[in-house]
């Protein structure tokens, strides 16, 4: 599957931006997805992940209550909906995609999806 994510930004402390995940080439809804970022100098980190259905969805500590992951799987697209953003937020996104054909499991590392796309920037000014 390709991925391609796009919607960043720079938006000031307090805003809202929304992130966009184009999917293609293969079934959208076999896939379990999820987003993390990479701040500078720091690793990877989970965002969120959302099951193959849409149906449970999971989130980082750092980001419980302010961001929301829906998908649309007749549109194969994925979203990050990101509200009350502070500057600890500023990384580039990534989404990232597993193929799970069987069940609405999630996964919250890196390492357990085999799919990733170019990321996109988002800063968030004090």
């Known amino acids: 599957v390709q991925l391609q994510a796009f919607g960043g930004g720079l938006v000031q402390a307090g805003g809202s931006l929304r992130l966009s995940c184009a999917a293609s080439g293969r079934t959208f809804s076999n896939f379990v997805m999820g987003w993390f970022r990479q701040a500078p100098g720091k690793e990877r980190e989970f965002v969120s992940t959302i099951s193959r259905s849409g149906s449970s969805t999971g989130y980082g500590d750092s980001v419980k209550g302010r961001f929301t992951i829906p998908r649309d799987n007749a549109e194969n697209t994925l979203y990050l909906q990101m509200n009350s953003l502070k500057p600890d937020d500023t990384a580039v996104y990534y989404c990232?995609?597993?193929?799970?054909?069987?069940?609405?499991?999630?996964?919250?590392?890196?390492?357990?999806?085999?799919?990733w796309g170019q990321g996109t920037l988002v800063t968030v000014s004090s």
């Open positions: 990232e995609a597993r193929y799970l054909y069987y069940s609405d499991s999630l996964y919250y590392a890196a390492r357990e999806y085999g799919f």
